[in-house]
T-cell receptor, first 111, second 112 residues
Framework: SQKIEQNSEALNIQEGKTATLTCNYT??????LQWYRQDPGRGPVFLLLIRENEKEKRKERLKVTFDTTLKQSLFHITASQPADSATYLCASLTGGFKTIFGAGTRLFVKA | NAGVTQTPKFRVLKTGQSMTLLCAQDMNHEYMYWYRQDPGMGLRLIHY???????AKGEVPDGYNVSRLKKQNFLLGLESAAPSQTSVYFCASSWSIEGELFFGEGSRLTVL
């Protein structure tokens, strides 16, 4: 079945460093991937969309890459801040109009 | 502009009881979705709708029914609640098939 996998272990980094989160997909070839941020007790909020032919996309301190050979997307937060602490979700469209999500990676940024 | 609104936000049910979760969006979106989120499992798609009067099954549809009688509303029903349906339910909508999803704040359901 079509799957999206994210590292279930929490990522702990120091303020100012770059956080890198991984999203791997299996058994399909998505035309694009989306990244969302979710704070405790809240619904996910959309951050970025990257298409399979874009390789890299940036938005302020955020950068997303898409490697169709590795079947992987990397999500980077540069100059991380404690306010960036949240769970980050990867998502994509599968057949039949279904958008599926990975389990998310929790990021903790220490001051 | 409220976006996506879910009611109720919290509910406790006994096994076998029924209930309906209501999702309303004011963005005139065609696509609407119901997800459940459980620890370690991420968001799993229950049912979705690609327009008024349409519904389709997602990844985990068993035990749930949905209706989309009006474009702005998407209802999720549990006919006979089971403890396995204890979860946080999120509704989402989008303007296109690849557009970003706008989520509600979630409905926390506990089935005893």
């Amino acid at each position: 079945s079509q799957k999206i996998e994210q590292n279930s272990e929490a990522l702990n980094i120091q303020e100012g460093k770059t956080a890198t989160l991984t999203c791997n997909y299996t058994n399909y070839s998505p035309a694009y991937l989306q990244w969302y941020r979710q704070d405790p007790g809240r619904g996910p909020v959309f951050l970025l969309l990257i298409r399979e032919n874009e390789k890299e996309k940036r938005k302020e301190r955020l950068k997303v890459t898409f490697d169709t050979t590795l079947k992987q997307s990397l999500f980077h937060i540069t100059a991380s801040q404690p306010a960036d602490s949240a769970t980050y979700l990867c998502a994509s469209l599968t057949g039949g109009f279904k958008t599926i999500f990975g389990a998310g990676t929790r990021l903790f940024v220490k001051a | 502009n409220a976006g996506v609104t879910q009611t109720p936000k919290f509910r406790v049910l006994k096994t076998g009881q029924s209930m309906t979760l209501l999702c309303a969006q004011d963005m005139n979106h065609e696509y609407m979705y119901w997800y459940r989120q459980d620890p370690g499992m991420g968001l799993r798609l229950i049912h979705y709708s690609v327009g008024e009067g349409t519904t389709a099954k997602g990844e985990v549809p068993d035990g749930y029914n949905v209706s989309r009688l009006k474009k702005q509303n998407f209802l999720l029903g549990l006919e006979s609640a089971a403890p396995s349906q204890t979860s946080v339910y999120f509704c989402a909508s989008s303007w296109s098939i690849e557009g970003e999803l706008f989520f509600g704040e979630g409905s926390r359901l506990t089935v005893l």
